[in-house]
């Protein structure tokens, strides 16, 4: 089951638009269930918020309520180079 998949920090914000700092905040301050260790937190996929405009779960192809982080990485890459090359 997707939701019950427990993510890193880097990977749940990529999948919620919403930064690591905010999410460890979260955690930190209990309004999202540390699904890990104390220094090693985790998050359950179907605990994350969704930030306005970020990609959906299912994106590129994906089923419905799964996340795909080659897609996203991909995405992400894509956004940042920008087609911009340095002089």
């Known amino acids: 089951d997707e939701e019950n ?4 920090l880097a990977e749940a914000a990529l999948a ?3 930064s690591v700092d905010h999410l460890r905040h979260l955690v930190s301050s209990g309004a999202i269930a540390n699904a ?12 994350l918020p969704r930030k306005p405009g970020a990609p959906s779960a299912g994106q590129a192809g994906a089923p419905a ?6 897609a996203d ?8 180079g920008g087609g911009r090359r340095a002089s």
């Open 5 to 8: 998949e427990t993510l890193t």
């Open 36 to 47: 890990g260790r104390k220094h090693a937190p985790r998050v359950r996929a179907g605990d």
């Open 65 to 70: 309520g799964t996340y795909d982080l080659d």
């Open 16 to 18: 919620s638009g919403y």
């Open 73 to 80: 990485v991909a995405h992400l890459a894509g956004r940042i």
